[in-house]
C-alpha cells in the first residue's frame, strides 16, 4: 500500500499563503486520483480539491473561490496544494488521500472514495 506524509502546514495571519506538500511512497504513486481534505475542530472532514492521475483534471470546494491551487508531481511522487489569501476560517487539519491505483477517473469529492490518508497538517491562520 502507498503511505502518504502531509508536510508544511502552520500559523500564519489572514491573508498570508501557506503550500502543503504530500509525500507518496510504498506503492505505485502516478496511478491514482489524489485529494486534499480538512477537518475544523468540531466539524466534519471536507473537501477541499482533488486532481486526477494525470494532473490535467482538477476540482475544488465552492468556499476554495480560486484561492487555492491543487497540482501533483509523478516522477517525485509528490501532491501540492498552494493556499492563497487564508481566511480564520481555513484553519483545519489538512489531509490527503489517494484512491485506489488503477483508477484514472476525475477525482472525487467525497471521502469514502479515497482508500489511503496521510496523517495530517495543521494550517492555523489567525486574524
Known amino acids: 500500500q502507498v503511505q502518504l506524509a502531509e508536510s508544511g502546514g502552520g500559523l500564519v495571519q489572514a491573508g498570508d499563503s501557506l503550500r502543503l506538500s504530500c509525500a507518496a511512497s510504498?506503492?505505485?504513486?502516478?496511478?491514482?486520483?489524489m485529494a486534499w481534505f480538512r477537518q475544523a475542530p468540531g466539524k466534519e472532514r471536507e473537501f477541499v480539491a482533488g486532481?486526477?492521475?494525470?494532473?490535467?483534471?482538477?476540482k475544488y470546494a465552492d468556499f476554495v473561490r480560486g484561492r487555492f491551487i491543487v497540482s501533483r508531481d509523478n516522477i517525485k511522487n509528490t501532491g501540492s496544494l498552494q493556499l492563497n489569501s487564508l481566511r480564520p476560517d481555513d484553519t483545519a487539519v489538512y489531509y490527503c488521500?489517494?484512491?485506489?491505483?488503477?483508477?484514472?477517473?476525475?477525482?472525487?469529492?467525497?471521502?469514502?472514495?479515497?482508500?489511503?490518508w496521510g496523517q495530517g497538517t495543521q494550517v492555523t491562520v489567525s486574524s
Open positions: 488521500a489517494t484512491t485506489h491505483p488503477g483508477y484514472n477517473g476525475p477525482p472525487y469529492s467525497t471521502s469514502r472514495r479515497y482508500d489511503y
Open positions: 510504498g506503492r505505485t504513486f502516478g496511478n491514482r486520483a
Open positions: 486532481v486526477n492521475w494525470s494532473g490535467d483534471d482538477t
